[in-house]
C-alpha cells in the first residue's frame, strides 16, 4: 500500500518546477493529481508524462487568482475522483526588481493576487471539500523569503510571508475537523522561474547563499511537501518548515 493510495489531490502551479515535482511524487505514491495551471499545456505535459508513469491524474486550466477557478477546480476533482483530500497552493510569481518607491502599482497587485489573494482563494474552496471528503491536509507554498527579506522583491516577500499567517489561521479553524495545514519555505530551487530571472553570475552568487553551496531540487521540496501531506504528520498543523539549505542560517 503506497502513502497516498486513494487520496485525491490538487496541485496548483503543477505544469512547471515546484509544482511538476509535488505532482509527480504524489502520483508515484499512488495519489489521483489534478494538475492545475494557468498554462494548460503544461499541466497537460505533466499529465502525460505521469500516466506513461503508470499514474492517475487529469489537468485542468485555471488561473489561481481568480476566486471562482479554484472553485471549479474542487468540483472538477469532485466530479472526476469523487473528493478531495489533499491540496497544494504552489502556483506563484514574481514581478521585475524595484526599489519600494519605484514599485509599480500594477506589479504589486499583480503578485499579491496570485502569491497571496491566490492561496486564499484556493483554502476556502478546498477546506470545506477536505472536511466533507473525511479529512485530509493542505501545504501552502511559501519561501524562506517568508521569513527573512530581500531588496527589492517587496510584493513577494509580504506575500510569502503574509501566506504562513494565513496558513495558522487555517489550522486554528480546521485541525478539530481533521484537516491540517502547514505551508514550506524552500530556498533556492532550480527551477525555470529562478533560472529566467537569473544571469550566471547572479546564480553562482545566490549557490553561495546557501550553506550547502548549491540551489535545492523540486524532488527536495517535494520530500517535505509529501511528508506534511501524509498520515507521519499527523500532529503537524500550523507551522511553517524550511527546505532552504541553510540559506537562513546565517
Ligand atoms: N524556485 C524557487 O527558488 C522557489 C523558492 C521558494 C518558493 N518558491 C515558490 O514555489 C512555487 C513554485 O515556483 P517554481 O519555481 O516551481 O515556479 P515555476 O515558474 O517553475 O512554476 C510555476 C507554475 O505556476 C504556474 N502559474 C503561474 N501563475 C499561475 C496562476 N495565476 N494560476 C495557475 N498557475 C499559475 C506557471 O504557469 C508555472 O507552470 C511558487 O509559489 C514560488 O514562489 C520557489
Do not use: C
Not at 508513469?53 to 474542487?74: C, L, R, W
Not at 517587496?154 to 491540517?180: C, D, F, N, P, W
Request: hydrophobic share 45%.
Amino acid at each position: 500500500m503506497a502513502r497516498f493510495d486513494s487520496r485525491v489531490a490538487i496541485v496548483t502551479g503543477g505544469g512547471s518546477g515546484i509544482g511538476e515535482g509535488i505532482s509527480k511524487a504524489l502520483a508515484a505514491e499512488g495519489a489521483k493529481v489534478v494538475v492545475t495551471d494557468i498554462k494548460i499545456e503544461a499541466a497537460q505535459r505533466v499529465v502525460d508524462e505521469i500516466v506513461a508513469a503508470g499514474g492517475t491524474a487529469a489537468a485542468f486550466s485555471a488561473n489561481t487568482g481568480i476566486a471562482e477557478d479554484s472553485e471549479k477546480t474542487v468540483k472538477f476533482a469532485q466530479d472526476t475522483y469523487g473528493a478531495l483530500h489533499l491540496a497544494v497552493n504552489n502556483a506563484g510569481i514574481g514581478a521585475p526588481a524595484a526599489n519600494i518607491g519605484d514599485y509599480e502599482v500594477a506589479a504589486w497587485d499583480r503578485v499579491v493576487n496570485v502569491d497571496l489573494n491566490g492561496v486564499f482563494y484556493g483554502l476556502r474552496s478546498q477546506l470545506p471539500a477536505i472536511v466533507a471528503a473525511g479529512g485530509g491536509a493542505v501545504v501552502n507554498m511559501s519561501s524562506v523569503l517568508g521569513s527573512v527579506g530581500i531588496a527589492q522583491n517587496a510584493a513577494y516577500v509580504a506575500s510569502k510571508h503574509a501566506l504562513i499567517g494565513l496558513t495558522k489561521v487555517a489550522a486554528l479553524e480546521y485541525s478539530a475537523q481533521g484537516v491540517r495545514t502547514n505551508a514550506v519555505g524552500p530556498g533556492f530551487i532550480d527551477t525555470p522561474l529562478v533560472r529566467s530571472s537569473l544571469s550566471p553570475e547572479a546564480l553562482t552568487g545566490l549557490e553561495a547563499q546557501h550553506a550547502t553551496g548549491r540551489l535545492g531540487t523540486d524532488a527536495e521540496v517535494a520530500a517535505l511537501t509529501l511528508f506534511l501531506l501524509s498520515d507521519d504528520a499527523s500532529f503537524i498543523t500550523g507551522s511553517y518548515h524550511l527546505v532552504d539549505g541553510g540559506y537562513s542560517a546565517h
